[in-house]
């Protein structure tokens, strides 16, 4: 059984090291990106945000005065057991969240919607938000925290099936000029985009491809995958760059996930994550060893399956 300390004291490590350490597949796609650049502001931004990210770790402090709203995605073995349940592993996600914002510190940007009541800690009602997936193995919890701005850099359009892969670009780039062009986001980013699925499905698949995939990765679908390179590529060419100005650093990576829909739409959301990309991952064993990391590895076959029933991974890799 996984103690219910061990869940907070990890929650917290996870607080500090989003707000702190930029992830290396994020980091290394900045470098590159900043060495494509060719616009004098945007080359500007991108060299002070990497110096940035150098003082941040070496200060120990947030590598961004707005450090977003914090956020859970908890994924559990379907074999794991934790001290005093699910109520309490929501206890402690609240409490390290709370502990971490006075301790790191970060700005705390939760507030209530009408009467802008603030606690102080980015914890009230519905906040933090906690994600649950499960895998049919194993008696881990995989525990990722994502600190997302919670303002903009986001949209969502329903599209039809006759719109096709033109619609799917189209609406694309209409979303990456107005984040540009109005300041909705903070570039260069990870886009990640949903496909399908129901209009709060699809707004969850694009925040979650945008925020819990890493840069480099590809959806296993061949075809989606192409899409994807297409994207990235297509992005960098409207002339915009670091933080809006001129320039082709839009673009980071560009992730999709997709869910099934119904038969007469084709749901669309963009999503872009951050310039400071903040994300953490630990695993918690039952025998209370931690493994810090920074891929969620989220997207696992198991998420994407399309079958009613699920074979066991043993079995598969015994038929194959």
Not at 248 to 276: P, R
Not at 279 to 289: E, F, S, T, Y
């Amino acid at each position: 059984m996984i103690p219910i300390n061990i869940v907070q004291s990890t929650a917290e490590k996870l607080m500090e090291k989003a707000a702190i350490e930029i992830p290396s597949d994020y980091l290394e796609g900045l470098k590159r990106t900043a060495a494509a650049e060719d616009g004098d502001l945007s080359s500007f931004v991108l060299q002070a945000m990497l110096e940035n990210y150098e003082a941040a770790k070496e200060d120990r402090r947030a590598m961004c005065g707005d450090t977003g709203c914090p956020r859970w995605y908890v994924k559990m073995g379907n074999e794991a057991r934790i001290e005093d349940g699910p109520i309490g592993l929501e206890a402690a996600l609240r409490r390290a969240t709370a502990r971490a914002t006075a301790a790191i510190p970060l700005r705390p940007n939760r507030v209530h919607p009408l009467w802008r009541t603030d606690h102080d800690n980015n914890v009230g009602i519905g906040a933090p938000e906690i994600e649950y997936a499960f895998e049919p193995e194993g008696d881990f919890i995989d525990l990722t925290t994502v600190h997302k701005g919670g303002l903009f850099g986001t949209d969502y359009r329903m599209l039809f099936p006759a719109d096709g892969i033109e619609g799917i670009k189209r609406f694309f780039l209409d979303s990456l000029v107005a984040f540009g062009k109005r300041g909705l986001a903070c570039q260069p980013a990870i886009i990640g985009i949903g496909l399908g699925g129901s209009k709060d499905a699809c707004m969850v698949l694009g925040k979650r491809a945008a925020c819990l995939r890493v840069v480099g990765d590809k959806n296993p679908d061949p075809k989606i995958a192409a899409l994807e390179a297409e994207l990235k590529d297509l992005g960098n060419s409207i002339g915009m760059g670091a933080m809006g100005f001129v320039g082709n650093s839009m673009v980071i990576d560009c992730n999709i996930e997709v869910g099934y829909c119904h038969t007469g739409g084709m749901q669309m959301s963009v999503h872009a994550f951050c310039l400071s990309s903040r994300r953490a991952c630990a695993r918690i064993h039952a025998d209370g060893r931690v493994e810090y990391r920074t891929d969620p590895d989220w997207f696992t076959p198991y998420q994407r399956r399309e079958t009613v029933e699920w074979e066991p991974l043993q079995s598969q890799q015994k038929s194959a």
